[in-house]
Nanobody, 127 residues
Framework: EVQLVESGGGLVQAGGSLRLSCAAS????????IGWFRQAPGKEREGLAY???????DYADSVKGRFTISSNNAKNTVYLQMNSLKPEDTAVYYC?????????????????????WGQGTQVTVSS
């Protein structure tokens, strides 16, 4: 069974940093594209970054230069390092996964690109 569990969220002051983790089980992250998304109250889910053994990694313009996605294959875990956090980064953060074999024509920064989702972790940035 494919499972994704996010952790590392919390309350941080503006300008601070957090590192989110996405622990995967039931599959190898080598064989899947992993994406990070967030959803603020009243807003649509926003794609932030993805990482894939075939396509490398990429970021949404809104977080480029502040967020870094990485993976530890031995731990089967993907991370999202978030620096210079702003109040507008406040949201529930989700990781998602999709098999690499099905991602060839996908941009990987859209919600519909992914079949599997974690439960989310809350990030709150105070001003």
């Amino acid at each position: 069974e494919v499972q994704l569990v996010e952790s590392g969220g919390g309350l941080v002051q503006a300008g601070g940093s957090l590192r989110l983790s996405c622990a995967a089980s039931g599959f190898s992250i080598d064989d899947y594209a992993i994406g990070w998304f967030r959803q603020a109250p009243g807003k649509e889910r926003e794609g932030l970054a993805y990482i894939s053994s075939r396509d490398g990694s990429d970021y949404a313009d809104s977080v480029k230069g502040r967020f870094t996605i990485s993976s530890n294959n031995a731990k089967n875990t993907v991370y999202l390092q978030m620096n210079s956090l702003k109040p507008e980064d406040t949201a529930v953060y989700y990781c998602a996964a999709d098999p690499i074999v099905s991602t060839i024509f996908k941009a990987l920064l859209f919600e519909d690109d992914y079949a599997y989702w974690g439960q989310g972790t809350q990030v709150t940035v105070s001003s």
